[in-house]
C-alpha cells in the first residue's frame, strides 16, 4: 500500500526513453492469454500535422489502434488479468477500453463500470479536503500539528503543508515488512491511531521538517485525522459532504467495510504456487486516509479534472496546491504538490493496493483525462498500471510528455 507515487516513479525511473510498446516482459513466464477488446465509441480520422497540441487529432483511428496494441502487449507482458483504460479529449471521440477478467474464478469479463480500489488516489481527496477547510477559514495549512497531535515528536515545527508536500520528515512505518504482513493477512487490524504512533516511533534522528521532499505514507492517515477533528465528522462522511456531492461522483465511497462493490475482483501473484491469490477483500482502515478509498473510471474523470483544475478551491489556495517541489528519488520532471502529483505535463496521482494499481491524470494543454486501472498488485508493490500510463500517453500525446 504504499501504493503510491512512488511506486509509479520507480517505473518511471526504469522506463524512461523507452519505446512505448517495448515494455518490461513477464518476469514470472506465466502470461495468460487475454480475451479480445471492447470498444465504446466510434473512431476518428487520421492525426493530422499541427504544430499546436491544442489543434492535434490525439485519438483518430489509427491512434485508437496503436493504443490497443499497447494495451494487449502489457497485458500479456506483464500478466494482468484485466486492464480498463479511459482518454478523453474534448472535441474528440473518447478511448474507452477494457480487456481481461473481472473474476478468475468465473471467467466474468471486466466491464468499464466497474469500481475498484484507487489506493493512494485517496490522498488528493484528503488533500483537497484539507484545503477546502483551509479556504473555509477552519483552518491554516501554516498551522503547526502540535493542534491536534500534542503528543507528537516535532509537532510544534512540524506544519499542515509540511504533511500535505511529503516534507514532514516523518519515517514512513507502511515499510516492506508491514506490506508483507498486510498481504498475507488483508484483514489486519490498525487504526489511524496505531499508524500515528508507529510514525512517531521511528521519530530519532529523522530528518527536520522542511527539508526534502520525500513519499510517506502516514502524513495521508494524520491529514485525514485533522479532518476529522476540524470537522467533527468521520472522514468518510467529510470527503463525501466536501468533495464526492458537489462533484455528482455516483461510485466513489470512503469505505468502512471489507467488501468491494460489484463482481471485479483484484489479484496478486504468489510465485511460490504459480498462480494468482483473490486479494480483493481487506480492511480498508489499515491504509486509512493514505489508500483507503473505491471509485470507478467515470467518476475519476470527473474528479481528477475538477481536482487539478481548482475546480472546488479558491484560485489562490489552488494555485499553491499545483506549486510542487522535487521528489526524492524521481526523475526530474514528477514533483509533488499539496496533495497531488506533477508528471511533467500531467496533474493527478497513482496508487497501489492489494489486487489493484491505478494511475489518474489531467492533461492541462489539452484539457484531457486519462484513467488506467489494472486488477493485479504484488506484494512488491511494483504498480501494474504505470507502465501502460507511459506507454499510451507516448501514443496519444507524443509533443506533450517528456519520456
Given at each position: 500500500m504504499r501504493g503510491r507515487m512512488g511506486r509509479g516513479i520507480d517505473n518511471i525511473a526504469r522506463i524512461r526513453?523507452?519505446?512505448?510498446?517495448?515494455?518490461?516482459?513477464?518476469?514470472?513466464?506465466?502470461?495468460?492469454?487475454?480475451?479480445?477488446?471492447?470498444?465504446?465509441?466510434?473512431?476518428?480520422?487520421?492525426?493530422?500535422?499541427?504544430?499546436?497540441?491544442?489543434?492535434?487529432?490525439?485519438?483518430?483511428?489509427?491512434?485508437?489502434?496503436?493504443?490497443?496494441?499497447?494495451?494487449?502487449?502489457?497485458?500479456?507482458?506483464?500478466?494482468?488479468?484485466?486492464?480498463?483504460?479511459s482518454i478523453s479529449v474534448p472535441g474528440e471521440d473518447g478511448y474507452d477500453r477494457v480487456v481481461g477478467t473481472a473474476d478468475l474464478a468465473t471467467g466474468r469479463a471486466r466491464e468499464l463500470a466497474d469500481p475498484f480500489r484507487i489506493a493512494?488516489?485517496?490522498?488528493?481527496?484528503?488533500?483537497?479536503?484539507?484545503?477546502?477547510?483551509?479556504?473555509?477559514?477552519?483552518?491554516?495549512?501554516?498551522?503547526a500539528i502540535s493542534t491536534w497531535f500534542p503528543g507528537f515528536p516535532d509537532a510544534e515545527t512540524?506544519?499542515?503543508?509540511?504533511?500535505?508536500?511529503?516534507?514532514?520528515g516523518i519515517p514512513d512505518p507502511y515499510d516492506a515488512e508491514w506490506l508483507q504482513r498486510y498481504y498475507d493477512d488483508p484483514l489486519l487490524e490498525q487504526t489511524a491511531a496505531d499508524t500515528i504512533d508507529l510514525g512517531a516511533a521511528r521519530m530519532d534522528g529523522s530528518q527536520p521538517p522542511d527539508t526534502e521532499t520525500r513519499y510517506t505514507n502516514v502524513n495521508f492517515v494524520m491529514l485525514a485525522s485533522i479532518v476529522e477533528m476540524t470537522t467533527g465528522q468521520p472522514i468518510q462522511t467529510a470527503i463525501d459532504e466536501l468533495i464526492v456531492q458537489p462533484l455528482g461522483l455516483t461510485g466513489t465511497v470512503y469505505p468502512t467495510g471489507t467488501e468491494l462493490p460489484g463482481d471485479l475482483h483484484g489479484y496478486g501473484w504468489d510465485a511460490t504456487t504459480g498462480a494468482f491469490d483473490d486479494k480483493t477483500?481487506?480492511?480498508?482502515?489499515?491504509?486509512?486516509?493514505?489508500?483507503?478509498?473505491?471509485?470507478?473510471?467515470?467518476d475519476l474523470k470527473t474528479y481528477v479534472r475538477a481536482l487539478c483544475t481548482g475546480q472546488l478551491l479558491q484560485p489562490e489556495t489552488h494555485a499553491h496546491q499545483l506549486d510542487s517541489q522535487a521528489l526524492a528519488g524521481a526523475p526530474p520532471f514528477v514533483s509533488?504538490?499539496?496533495?497531488?502529483?506533477?508528471?511533467?505535463?500531467?496533474?493527478?496521482?497513482?496508487?497501489?493496493?492489494?489486487?489493484?494499481?491505478?494511475?489518474?491524470?489531467y492533461l492541462s494543454a489539452?484539457?484531457?483525462t486519462l484513467i488506467v486501472s489494472v486488477n493485479r498488485l504484488d506484494v512488491d508493490d511494483q504498480s501494474q498500471s504505470t507502465p501502460l500510463t507511459l506507454a499510451l500517453t507516448k501514443i496519444a500525446f507524443p509533443d506533450l510528455v517528456e519520456w
Amino acid at each position: 500500500m504504499r501504493g503510491r507515487m512512488g511506486r509509479g516513479i520507480d517505473n518511471i525511473a526504469r522506463i524512461r526513453g523507452i519505446a512505448s510498446t517495448a515494455f518490461v516482459a513477464c518476469a514470472l513466464g506465466a502470461c495468460q492469454s487475454v480475451g479480445p477488446v471492447t470498444s465504446v465509441g466510434p473512431a476518428t480520422s487520421d492525426r493530422p500535422a499541427v504544430s499546436d497540441p491544442s489543434d492535434e487529432v490525439h485519438l483518430s483511428e489509427g491512434i485508437k489502434a496503436e493504443l490497443d496494441a499497447a494495451i494487449h502487449d502489457q497485458l500479456r507482458a506483464r500478466n494482468l488479468p484485466s486492464v480498463a483504460v479511459s482518454i478523453s479529449v474534448p472535441g474528440e471521440d473518447g478511448y474507452d477500453r477494457v480487456v481481461g477478467t473481472a473474476d478468475l474464478a468465473t471467467g466474468r469479463a471486466r466491464e468499464l463500470a466497474d469500481p475498484f480500489r484507487i489506493a493512494s488516489n485517496t490522498k488528493t481527496f484528503v488533500g483537497l479536503a484539507i484545503l477546502q477547510l483551509e479556504d473555509e477559514g477552519r483552518l491554516a495549512t501554516t498551522d503547526a500539528i502540535s493542534t491536534w497531535f500534542p503528543g507528537f515528536p516535532d509537532a510544534e515545527t512540524i506544519t499542515v503543508e509540511n504533511l500535505l508536500r511529503m516534507r514532514s520528515g516523518i519515517p514512513d512505518p507502511y515499510d516492506a515488512e508491514w506490506l508483507q504482513r498486510y498481504y498475507d493477512d488483508p484483514l489486519l487490524e490498525q487504526t489511524a491511531a496505531d499508524t500515528i504512533d508507529l510514525g512517531a516511533a521511528r521519530m530519532d534522528g529523522s530528518q527536520p521538517p522542511d527539508t526534502e521532499t520525500r513519499y510517506t505514507n502516514v502524513n495521508f492517515v494524520m491529514l485525514a485525522s485533522i479532518v476529522e477533528m476540524t470537522t467533527g465528522q468521520p472522514i468518510q462522511t467529510a470527503i463525501d459532504e466536501l468533495i464526492v456531492q458537489p462533484l455528482g461522483l455516483t461510485g466513489t465511497v470512503y469505505p468502512t467495510g471489507t467488501e468491494l462493490p460489484g463482481d471485479l475482483h483484484g489479484y496478486g501473484w504468489d510465485a511460490t504456487t504459480g498462480a494468482f491469490d483473490d486479494k480483493t477483500i481487506l480492511n480498508p482502515e489499515a491504509p486509512g486516509g493514505a489508500g483507503a478509498m473505491i471509485s470507478t473510471i467515470a467518476d475519476l474523470k470527473t474528479y481528477v479534472r475538477a481536482l487539478c483544475t481548482g475546480q472546488l478551491l479558491q484560485p489562490e489556495t489552488h494555485a499553491h496546491q499545483l506549486d510542487s517541489q522535487a521528489l526524492a528519488g524521481a526523475p526530474p520532471f514528477v514533483s509533488y504538490g499539496e496533495g497531488i502529483g506533477i508528471f511533467g505535463p500531467m496533474c493527478g496521482h497513482t496508487g497501489t493496493i492489494m489486487g489493484f494499481s491505478t494511475d489518474m491524470f489531467y492533461l492541462s494543454a489539452i484539457d484531457a483525462t486519462l484513467i488506467v486501472s489494472v486488477n493485479r498488485l504484488d506484494v512488491d508493490d511494483q504498480s501494474q498500471s504505470t507502465p501502460l500510463t507511459l506507454a499510451l500517453t507516448k501514443i496519444a500525446f507524443p509533443d506533450l510528455v517528456e519520456w
